[in-house]
Each structure stands twice: as structure tokens, then as C-alpha cells.
């Protein structure tokens, strides 16, 4: 089994709506439509993605509804990026064929990658409850559950899954993820090196290993990271992986320049594309809806509870940390990054009479609309506990973004917004293999732009806003953990209770670049860590402009 991340290989006659040569699909019989179609899988599994692309439009020609065509041309479409194209092939192939576990999957992995993670489970577990020795959707399913904060779910479907079949290394490293997610460092290292005892030719062992502890010697890992990356055929996505991992070894052993040279090598790898100017974009619309007379004539709109809490800012500002020690309250449960907010927005649209998209849209929100998105969000974070609490949390740093629509649907909500000085934050950012929905960390140029317009954002919010906004510096957890703790508890409604300072030892998993600062006690070595950096950070001092003082 691969590991099921596709390739971003197109294929032209789908990206172009273009056809192969004339075929007459009339009088062909079953057995040749099944030749065809074996002739399509052959070409599939050779890599020859084109010429299987043909055969399975040719059956299709001929047989409109075939599912099995269908479905392989879905999977043509996946592995290309078009997960949408391939949903809807696949729907069709299920119209035919509703109970095949394999479209199930195949349906549940494209969704999956489309990051719609809830619909992703539902297919998933009617694959395998179609066909319970399906290692394959096993393996897709737990890298759901852990995107739903399930790691214990997902950690017991990877451990059945190398237990059916030891060749399954994706399962292996899954499993060292997951570990790490659960703070059992010691234990995800053993994981990662018998990967690496596995496929000592392979980089994902040493990917694992390289986020498993922290480096205070060279112990080789360097050096056979370093080696890999000297060979020819390494995948690119492999390839961006292992600079990161170099990256974040030469850093812990304090070679900064080393560093740097993984880091930007990797950073430029891995650019697409990012476009600054839509993004300030956007926020200018945002900043129109959401006026004060916009709030001014809503009085009293929404859905009254004070359950949620939100904990936003920059990435790598200390948003898991502040979750962390929140979490710690008894009262409170740490629900992570939950996307919600996104697919609300999207709701919005849905229930506004405007054609607009948001936030134009929510000019025509109605009262009713509002209290009903509110209502949608309660409800989700509800199923997400595992215990009665008083307030869940969501972590999910870019509601930033979302903030009008957050205030105008859930009055009652606590907004904590962390802090850290400019230029640590953006060198964090810089330094981390975020997925390409971020983009703009691929750059230091674009990501120093991108903490302007955050920053701008910000000010606006506390405008207008009808919500109190907390503003929590990073820096003030080292300087003074529990007058900062107490500030978060107080501003929360609850009782101060002293576990919160404990807050490195509490059980909970962890899915971020912070899982290994979060369970030590505060310390002070990433206050101020761009000096170490300070020769090649010019572009970023250029992009943040005055911010790159500090804190305004």
C-alpha cells in the first residue's frame, strides 16, 4: 500500500475538457468493454496515466454509468488534484454501485484531501464496515480521525493495520505521528527508527525521527538526512520534508547557517504561488461589511451562549500554548484547530437571499440566519467534548479572519488573541512545512506582507467589534507564567485553579508544530530567536516595515 498522497501531475484531457481520437462505441460488447478496461488498469498501474485516462473514457463512451470506469477515472482525477472532479465521478459510480467498499474509499480519500474531514469519515467507515480486512481505507481513516483530534481512534486503526500486514510502512509512520501528537516521545523515536531499520533508502523514517525530540548532538541523523537528499530520485514532496527536517536539526544543534540554507532550500521547493494582493483584497471587503454601523443595527443578534472560546492570531504565535494551559482548567476542554468557522461562512452563503459571496453577503444576513449559524457551531463543538465542561476552545489561529462573522453569530464568545514579537513569529512561520493552504510562508518577503495585513486586521477588529478581544504576548509566559495564566482564567468567567500551571504534564494530544514545547515548562529559548538568523532575515525586515520593531 502507498501512502495515498497524490501526485500533482495533471492530466491534460481533463485540466483541457479535451478527447482522444474518434471511437464508435457502437456494438461493443461486454468482453471487450472489460478488455478495455483492463487495458486502462495495466496503464494505470504502469504510470502511463494518459493511455489509461483513453480506455476509461472509451468504456464510458460506450457505457455511460460503468462504475467501474467511473471510479478509475476518478482516482485519474485525484491523483491529478482535481478532487472535485473526482467526487462527482464517483458519485456516479455509486449511484450503480452504492455498497462497492472500494469507491467508498477511493470517495473518502478524495473529500479527505479536500480537507471536508466529517463527510471523509462517514464513506470511510461504510467501506470498512462493507469489507472489515480493508487495510487501505483502514489507513485513509485514521489519517481522518487524527485531522478530528481522534488520535486514539486513529492509532488503534494503524496498529490493526501493521498487525494485518508489516509492509505497510505508511501505517508505521502514522503511528510514530500519533505518538508524537501524544507526547510519547521516547516511544515515537523506537517507532521512527524501525521505519528507518525498514526502508533505510526511504525518507519518512527520518522525517519522523527529526520531530520526535529535541537534538543535543549529532547522532548521524543529520548526516543521513543530509545524504538523502544527495540522490537523484527522491521525491519533491519527500525532498521539501527532508530540508525542513535538516532544518530543524542544524537548528536545535545551533548551526544556523546550515539552517537557513535547509530551510530556504526547502521554502523554495515547495512555493507555488501565493497572491498578496487578493488576500489584502479580501480583507478590505471585510473591513467594509463588518463597520461599526454594521454591529450598530444588529443589536442583539445571534446565538446566546458562552461555551466557546476562540484563541487566534499568527501561526507560531502561542496559540497551542494559551490552549494548552486553558485545557489544564478542569473546566475547559482543548478542542484544537477546528475548521468550522470555514464551512459557516459557507453556510452563510447558502442562507442569504444575495448572490454575493462572503462577506458581502452578510450584508443580507437575516436575524434568523445568524442565530442558526451560531446555533450550528454550538452544536459541533458540543459532540467534540468528551466530558461536561463550561467552555471548549478553538484554536484555530486564522479565525482571525473570521472574527465579524464569529461576533455577529455568537455574542457570548471569548476572544483570546496571541501575540509574539513580529519577527519571531514570521521566522517560525517561515520555518515550518505549513500545507499550501498557508502559501504565504513560503517566503519571507510574502510572510513579513502577510503579518502587515494580519496586523491591520487586528486593529480594525478592535474598532468595531462588539466583543471584548484578549491580547496575550508570548513573551509574558516567560516572564510571568501565572499573572499571564490568571489573566487567561479571569477573562474566561472561570475559577482560578493552580493545574493550569501544570499544564505540560496534563494528557491531551497535541496536532502542531508546538507538540514538543507545549509538555516542558516555559522556557526562554524562542524569545528572540531571529538574531540567531539576523544575516539573511533583510527581506523580511523589509516586508515588515515598522513592525519589525516590535509590537505596536
Not at 443589536?299 to 487566534?312: A, R
Request: charged share 30%; hydrophobic share 35%; proline share 5%.
Amino acid at each position: 500500500m502507498s501512502d495515498n498522497k497524490h501526485s500533482l501531475e495533471s492530466l491534460a484531457p481533463i485540466a483541457r475538457g479535451e478527447t482522444f481520437p474518434a471511437f464508435d462505441p457502437r456494438g461493443v460488447s461486454p468482453a471487450q468493454l472489460q478488455q478495455i478496461l483492463e487495458q486502462g488498469i495495466a496503464a494505470h498501474q504502469n504510470g502511463d496515466k494518459e493511455r489509461a485516462e483513453k480506455c476509461y473514457r472509451r468504456v464510458l463512451d460506450a457505457a455511460p454509468n460503468q462504475p467501474d470506469a467511473l471510479n478509475l477515472l476518478g482516482v485519474l482525477a485525484a491523483e491529478a488534484g482535481l478532487y472535485g472532479m473526482a467526487v462527482d465521478l464517483m458519485d456516479r459510480a455509486l449511484m450503480t454501485r452504492p455498497k462497492d467498499p472500494h469507491i467508498l474509499n477511493n470517495k473518502g480519500h478524495a473529500l479527505s484531501e479536500m480537507r471536508r474531514w466529517d463527510e471523509a469519515r462517514d464513506f470511510l467507515e461504510r467501506a470498512i464496515a462493507l469489507k472489515p480486512d480493508f487495510d487501505e481505507a483502514k489507513y485513509n481513516l485514521g489519517r481522518v480521525l487524527r485531522q478530528l483530534g481522534h488520535v486514539d481512534k486513529a492509532l488503534l486503526l494503524w496498529r490493526d493495520v501493521w498487525k494485518s500486514d508489516d509492509r505497510v510502512f505508511a501505517a508505521l509512520v502514522g503511528i510514530t505521528g500519533v505518538l508524537t501528537d501524544q507526547g510519547k516521545f521516547e516511544e515515537a523515536e523506537r517507532t521512527a527508527r524501525e521505519v528507518i531499520a525498514h526502508l533505510p533508502h526511504r525518507p519518512a523514517g527520518y522525517i519522523g525521527l527529526a520531530h520526535t525530540h529535541k537534538f543535543t548532538k549529532d547522532d548521524g541523523t543529520l548526516e543521513q538526512i543530509e545524504a538523502q537528499l544527495k540522490k537523484d530520485d527522491v521525491p519533491t514532496e519527500d525532498r521539501v520534508a527532508l530540508h525542513y527536517a535538516a532544518g530543524k536539526i542544524s537548528d536545535d544543534l545551533k548551526s544556523y547557517e546550515n539552517a537557513f540554507n535547509h530551510f530556504d532550500k526547502a521554502n523554495s521547493i515547495a512555493f507555488q504561488s501565493y497572491d498578496h494582493k487578493r488576500t489584502e483584497a479580501y480583507r478590505r471587503q471585510k473591513k467594509t461589511v463588518f463597520s461599526k454601523r454594521f454591529f450598530k443595527e444588529r443589536p442583539d443578534w445571534g446565538y446566546k451562549s458562552s461555551l466557546p472560546i476562540f484563541i487566534v492570531g499568527m501561526p507560531r504565535s502561542g496559540t497551542t500554548l494559551t490552549e494548552q494551559i486553558l485545557s489544564a482548567h478542569p473546566d475547559v476542554y482543548g478542542a484544537g484547530e477546528i475548521e468550522s468557522f470555514d464551512k459557516l461562512a459557507r453556510l452563510a452563503e447558502k442562507i442569504t437571499p444575495s448572490r454575493d459571496e462572503f462577506p458581502t453577503n452578510m450584508l443580507k444576513l437575516s436575524k434568523f440566519g445568524a442565530e442558526l449559524i451560531g446555533e450550528r457551531y454550538i452544536e459541533d463543538l458540543r459532540h467534540r467534548a468528551d466530558r461536561a465542561v463550561s467552555r471548549i476552545s478553538n484554536k484555530m489561529p486564522h479565525n482571525f479572519e473570521l472574527l465579524g462573522l464569529i461576533a455577529i453569530t455568537l455574542p457570548g464568545a471569548k476572544i483570546i488573541h496571541c501575540r509574539r514579537s513580529p519577527l519571531d513569529t514570521c521566522l517560525s512561520c517561515w520555518t515550518k512545512n505549513f500545507n499550501d493552504a498557508h502559501g504565504y510562508n513560503r517566503s519571507l518577503t510574502d510572510v513579513g506582507r502577510y503579518y502587515r495585513g494580519y496586523h491591520d486586521l487586528m486593529q480594525h477588529w478592535r474598532e468595531v467589534l462588539p466583543l471584548e478581544i484578549l491580547d496575550i504576548d508570548y513573551e509574558s509566559y516567560t516572564t510571568d507564567l501565572e499573572g499571564t495564566a490568571r489573566k487567561l482564567i479571569d477573562f474566561t468567567g472561570l475559577e482560578w485553579n493552580p493545574r493550569v500551571l501544570d499544564f505540560y504534564s496534563i494528557n491531551r494530544p497535541v496536532r502542531t508544530a508546538s507538540q514538543w514545547q507545549v509538555r516542558q515548562p516555559i522556557y526562554k529559548t524562542s524569545v528572540e530567536k531571529w538574531r540567531n538568523y539576523m544575516p539573511w532575515l533583510q527581506p523580511l525586515v523589509d516586508a515588515l516595515g515598522p513592525l519589525a520593531q516590535g509590537l505596536e
